[in-house]
């Protein structure tokens, strides 16, 4: 049984106290939450609150202008462990927040709440920042997808990423025609400005590679359509999927790591196809002219200007704007982390996380999730390696395979601990080193099922022993009971 | 020592360089590719076609975390970078160059698949970088170079030095192995061309149609990649990757008698555009007058121009269609090479290259046989060293004491050996000897081995079809009859400058002779299921008249007053109204 532990403060600056307290500042509270997934598995998430009033030094930093440099006044002052949040409750009639606005999230691991009238109305407002900051239903579901049944999952769950130790970004420049384009892209400038920041924060939760290539006359799988009145060539959503496919078989396999592959592709269309757009479902045109396709990657299509006479030389020389394209693949980036930021409610103000690409608590929740995931994973393989060793009676565990099971054992024990505990670094690492022992012992090729010889062929091998022996045996049953029949007929005609 | 300090003088380059050269970087084409063909007649009649494309890289792969690709496949790269090769070179081939008739190939590998690669000296464990790089590279050109273990790797002491830039040759950094049971079809020919820039869209490999190429006698593809100095001055490194694919289509036997040939007819396509990407992109068409008798070759259309170059010994005039310039394709849309014999050529006078080698299994009998090897020289009057590398797998038990060298009814001492005997089931035997070739003489290499006994799980597939052995390898450094000129790498047509030449009056030849198939006693594979049918009916058998005799009971009966001899006694006492019996 799996617990999360999620340690929170509650600081109430001056003026906001709810008046329905029932005991004097500080205290401490529990609140639990099941989520159940499926009908044996269900988690529980358990939220450790303190209360306390601010301290002098808070007070000083909740004075500031804004609500920005409230939390970056803020910061130094807080609990800054993994997993770990503080929400300040401001008063009522309080400035920091703009109008309409209920809740502040910061940059780091804390929020400035809106007091509200009772204590239990303040504590379903501060449920809903606490699941945006760590976990929902949901994330936790998504994580769990494996043991969800089919239809209850919902879309967006599918389309992230599974969790895994390292992940391979791949960034292609597609140019189809390189006769009519030269297409030039500063991709080191961009991948060091814009791709390396996100990475460097979520290099705790994998190791991330990145590297570029350029691919010629790499074609889309299907032909657009033209439309005259735009003049321009339409791609429609159905016919999407069947996109990627003549790609991918140009993008070059991960051959030298078992790590996913994250690919995004820049598609430049060829001079006779373009301008290219792309339509949703309704038929509008997307605005990133871009989509991305779950657990793979994402396409954008980047159209060229078309040359102000038709006699301009070929070829072509295009620069591409690299802030626009990346601009578009980390959002697809995020998405595919399940790091959107859609889904928070209207009266919620998030701070952008600014050149950093991803806020602390935003690192968090990606923590959560994948320590759940990878917890459920670890148990997954096991149980299969258990159903494995039940199936074939003599095959043969060697001792190192022994002891990484062993090892995967005690630390999928250990993480569990750890989040119960709260500690969700910690168990974090422990999870991860599980994932790592686990996929070891079930992946040693001495446990390969097909080394084993099947018992039911050992019968058939011996079929000629058994065979002209089970004749005999099989006549003198047949003989004996014709026998008792005769006996059972013959007193009768005695009489 | 010089190349130690360049390498040292490079590093602080490098370490000082990377802000004003990422500047510049998305601007100047750090990155060439050079793509040529090369036709030549052979002596039998056919026609060897020879694809030569040259990705040349000005970065260093193993430095930086994050790479990024233009023309260099990313497959390749990462492999380079990730496992520490300093040289890689891949060859796949079906069929085997007939050296004795075909003449002196540009590139010879021998039949099935070699791999030979050269790791960096950082690389700790050069066997597991080894046995991880065959299987990558099993997974990128879809061949069964996973089935690489210890039992087909070697460690040559002399024959394989790098080709490219090296500072330091110690061989335990060399991993060698061949498979000659490979097949080479399809499947590893979409993979090679997906590594081109342009892939099969466009320039030469339009011409690589899979359906031609394997119709042919002779098909060879391979991959080399190694460092190579950026500038004359060497101080700094760059990497470069050429894909090479020979091939001989056999016009002249499997048909019409004529050697007269085209693109069209070899091909069936023609060249309509180059490759945007090459910044060369040559065909060259071997016009060599043979026996001093001018102009009995006609290639049409007339050539943009004509190359004389002195190529592995021989004076070789080529016709050079060069693709990137625009008056090729003004008058006409494509391109196709014709070439016409004036006169029918007598095939009597055929050239006999300098050094060719031929080899075979001797003996009878499933448990002793002997490999021969005769190795030719047929300079007039020079006499050259050739490094011959051997290398037979354990289950032939090579008698080293029954080695015998023989040049001209005489023994021949050599004067280098180098063997490792193979230890069973863990490695194979390698034999390497230079062997000095005295002029105009036939060398005759003999060696015993006995066969071994494999236990019944290994043997291949289908055992009765032979054990394959791997070609034996020849470097040498033939004197050449005409002197040779130096010339720059850069601008020299790509067939004449993968391997170095040493000095203006040898070149280097690499040959590989036939491998061989040998016959292992096979035992009959049924055999342990007959033995068990066989033995169980004894067994039931005996089961069943056992079990009878304790299981039935035994009354004592009557004789029967029956029996057709009473029978008829009674019918004929009837007739004769006689009571019966």
Known sequence: QVQLVVPMAVVFSPGSVPGDLPRPLPFRDVQEMEISVNLRTSVTSRYEMRYRSTTGQEEAALAAATAQEADAALHPLQDTTLGSLTMYVVPETSSLLPQGINVYVGKYRSALVRAVGSLAALQARLREVTQVMSFTASSIAAALSDRVPDGQLSPDARRYLKSSLGYEITFSLLNPDPKSHTVDWDIEGAVNSYVKPVLDKLSMVANFSVDSQILYYAVLGVTPRYDKESSSFLLSAHSLPHVINPVEARLGSSAASLYPVLNFLLYVPERSHSPLYIQDKDGAPVSTNAFHSPRWGGIMVYNVEAPASPQASLPLHVDVDMARVMEVFLAQLRLLFGLSREEVPPEFLLESPGNEGLADWELDHLLWAHTVENIATVSTTLTSLAQLLDKIGNIVIKDDVASEVYRAVASVQSAVTKLSLGHLHAAFQASKEAVTSSERAFFDPSLLHLLYFPDDQKFAIYIPLFLPMAVPILLSLVKIVRETRLHKKEPTKMD | ??????????????????????????????????????????????????????????????????????????????????????????????????????????????????????????????????????????????????????????????????????????????????????????????????????????????????ERLFHSSYHSQAVHIRPICRDASCLALSWELRQTLTVVFDFFSSGQGKKDWSLFKMFSRTLTDTCPLASQSKVYVDISPKNKEKELLEVSPPPTSVHEAVVQGDKKTYAVYDLLSPSLFNTSRSLNVQLKWKRPQDSSEMPIPTLHAQRYVGGYGLQTGEICTLIYNTHPYRAFPVILLETVPWYLRLYVHTLTIITKGKENKPSYIHYQPAQDRRRPHLLEMLIQLPANSVTKITIQFERALLKWTEYPPDPNHGFYVGSSVLSALVPSVTAMKDVDVEQSPLFTSLFPSSDGSSYFVRLYTEPLLVNLPTPDFSMPYNVICLTCTVVAVCYGSFYNLLTRTFHVEEPSRGGLAKRLANVIRKFRGVPPL
């Open chain 2, 1 to 210: 020592g010089g190349m130690a300090a360049a390498l040292l003088l490079l590093l602080l380059l490098v370490a000082a360089g990377p802000g004003r050269g990422r500047a510049g970087a998305g601007r100047e084409r750090r990155d060439t590719l050079r793509e040529e063909l090369l036709l030549s007649p052979l002596p039998t009649g056919d026609v060897a076609a020879t694809f030569q494309f040259r990705t040349r890289w000005d970065a260093d792969l193993q430095r930086g975390a994050v790479s990024h690709y233009r023309l260099f496949p990313k497959a390749l790269g990462r492999l380079v970078a990730a496992l520490g090769v300093r040289e890689l070179h891949l060859a796949l081939t079906q069929g085997f160059w007939r050296t004795r008739y075909w003449g002196q190939p540009p590139l010879q590998a021998p039949a099935g698949a070699e791999l030979w690669v050269w790791f960096q000296p950082t690389v700790t464990d050069v066997d597991k970088a080894w046995k991880e790089l065959s299987n990558i590279l099993s997974g990128i050109f879809c061949a069964s170079l996973n089935f690489i273990d210890s039992t087909n790797t070697v460690i040559p002491t002399a024959s394989f030095k790098p080709l490219g830039l090296a500072n330091g040759t110690d061989h335990h950094l060399l991993r060698y192995a061949v498979l000659p049971r490979e097949v080479v079809c399809t499947e590893n020919l979409t993979p090679w061309k997906k590594l081109l820039p342009c892939g099969s869209k466009a320039g030469l490999a339009v011409l690589l149609k899979a």
